[in-house]
Structure formats: C-alpha cells, structure tokens
C-alpha cells in the first residue's frame, strides 16, 4: 500500500494516508458445502507512511548494483529461511 501511495504521490496525485484492503476468505462456519463457497468480506482501513520508501529504493538499487552478495545475518529472515533449506536438503 505504501508504495503505490509513494508512486502515486510522485506522480503529484493527491493521495490520502488512509487507504482500505477488501479482504474475502471463505466462511468455515457454514454447516455445508454444498457446492458453493461462502465469502466473509471485511474492509480493513490501513493509515500508510511511505516515509521509509526512497531511500530503502536506493538502498536496494546499491545493493543490486554490487559485485558480491551481502554476508549472512540472524536479523534477516530471508538468511535464515535459506540456511534452513539447506539444513534440510
């Protein structure tokens, strides 16, 4: 969300710092299946800040742009999601 309100504000729309997600998931509490799906639907309000965007978009271009990948770290749950896999296999 707050990336497309950054993206729209550089695009001089004016945007507001509320946006909304419509989220449907079907109704486990239905006595029958019956063929059919039951949508709950909810309207979830979510207040952005798209302070943080910039400059962690320059931080990923300097990263994309270096000849070495970055060295592991317990703090990165991509790192340990990987060594995890490898773990396994």
Known sequence: MEFYQWLLRKNEFNVSDTGYFIYCNGDKQQPNFDNKV????????????????????????????????????????????????????
């Open 38 to 89: 039951i949508f709950k639907v909810s309207v979830l309000e979510y207040k952005g800040n798209d302070k943080w965007i910039e400059e962690t978009i320059f931080n990923i271009k300097t990263l994309l742009d270096q000849n070495s990948i970055p060295n592991y770290s317990e703090n990165c749950s991509y790192c340990v999601y990987l060594q995890d896999v490898e773990a396994v296999t």
